[in-house]
């Protein structure tokens, strides 16, 4: 299964912009980047997920490098209730399980 | 609509002791994966199944087992349980339309001690 490389925690203030970058040099053609985050005390939540194309949705964007070498998810205004463990994960090639690494924890003060 | 739970919360069980770990999916999701989260590591999968049939393992021993019903619920069976099984195991469901973009729905899991 190709891996996946993140820092380990990072910080932020709250209502700024966070950029949590994804190293996956070994990706094949077919993988999707997906990207999960863990909040205190819960179970892991689906944030977004894409293939080449830069992606949106509610809760944050996703920027994929033109080789697919590496990924970066986006928050625009990070809240307090962003604090949480942000995995990135590449579907293995039967697309059964979700792949996590330690992922990165992130800080955000008010 | 309900999301994914799971019972009990807690559970403390002592060396060589069997346990049952139980999980509702999400309304209508046929697919339920388990994964087992040690103190400070991500989630790792223990196997997944699909209308009541094992659809892929990790790299568990077969002293973990597991089983979904005919209404899509599951249960987690660990035997001769051992001082490492202490974690956090967590049951997600999804809708297996498209395996590798489909989304896993996280339960907020169950806290097993060993002792």
């Known amino acids: 299964d190709a891996k996946t490389t993140q820092p380990n925690s990072m910080e932020s203030n709250e209502e700024e912009p966070v950029h949590l970058p994804c190293n996956h040099s070994?990706?094949?053609?077919?993988?999707?980047i997906h990207w999960y985050r863990q909040l205190p005390s819960q179970g892991p939540e689906y944030v977004i997920h894409?293939?080449?194309s830069n992606v949106n949705n509610r809760m944050a964007s996703l920027a994929i490098a033109e080789d697919r070498k590496s990924s970066t998810l986006i928050l625009h205004r990070a809240t307090l209730r962003d604090a949480a463990v942000y995995y990135c994960?590449?579907?293995?090639?039967?697309?059964?399980?979700?792949?996590f690494g330690k992922g990165t924890t992130l800080s955000v003060s008010s | 609509e309900t999301g994914v739970t799971q019972s009990p919360t807690h559970l403390i069980k002592t060396r060589g002791q069997q346990v049952t770990l139980r999980c509702s999916s999400q309304?209508?999701?046929?697919?339920v994966s388990w994964y087992q989260q040690a103190l400070g590591q991500g989630p790792q999968f223990i196997f997944q199944?699909?209308?009541?049939?094992?659809?892929g393992r990790g790299n568990f021993p077969p002293r973990f087992s597991g089983l979904q019903f005919p209404n899509y619920s599951s249960e987690l069976n660990v035997n001769a349980l051992e001082l490492d099984d202490s974690a956090l195991y967590l049951c997600?469901?999804?809708?297996?339309?498209?395996?590798?973009?489909?989304?896993?729905?996280f339960g907020p899991g169950t806290r097993l001690t060993v002792l």
């Open positions: 997600a469901s999804s809708l297996q339309r498209d395996r590798i973009t489909d989304t896993q729905y």
């Open positions: 070994t990706i094949s053609g077919t993988d999707y």
């Open positions: 894409g293939l080449t």
């Open positions: 994960i590449l579907r293995d090639q039967a697309g059964t399980a979700l792949i």
């Open positions: 309304s209508g999701h046929n697919t």
């Open positions: 199944y699909y209308r009541e049939e094992e659809n």
